[in-house]
Nanobody, 115 residues
Framework: QVQLVESGGGLVQSGESLRLSCAASGSTVSFYTMGWYRQAPGKQRELVARITSGGTTSYGDSVKGRFTISRDNAKNMVYLQMNSLKPEDTAIYYC?????????WGQGTQVTVSS
């Protein structure tokens, strides 16, 4: 049974940083593409960042240059370093594991950025 548990969200001021963590169990993160997505109230869930099994990363346009996705294979963890946070980054952030047969999602962690 694959489980993804996000942590690290919170309330910060504009310009500050946060690091989100995603702990995976029941699967090995290095084998699959892992991603961070976010959903703000009244909006669709959107891609924030992805990292493939080969280590290739990609980012949503609104976070390029500010956010960094990384993976610790030994700890089976995926991280999202978020710098220069803006109020428009406020959302619930979800971790996702992509396999050939289905996707798995965590429960999400709230990030709130005040101006």
């Amino acid at each position: 049974q694959v489980q993804l548990v996000e942590s690290g969200g919170g309330l910060v001021q504009s310009g500050e940083s946060l690091r989100l963590s995603c702990a995976a169990s029941g699967s090995t993160v290095s084998f699959y593409t892992m991603g961070w997505y976010r959903q703000a109230p009244g909006k669709q869930r959107e891609l924030v960042a992805r990292i493939t099994s080969g280590g290739t990363t990609s980012y949503g346009d609104s976070v390029k240059g500010r956010f960094t996705i990384s993976r610790d294979n030994a700890k089976n963890m995926v991280y999202l370093q978020m710098n220069s946070l803006k109020p428009e980054d406020t959302a619930i952030y979800y971790c996702k594991l992509e396999t050939a047969w289905r996707d798995y999602w965590g429960q999400g962690t709230q990030v709130t950025v005040s101006s």
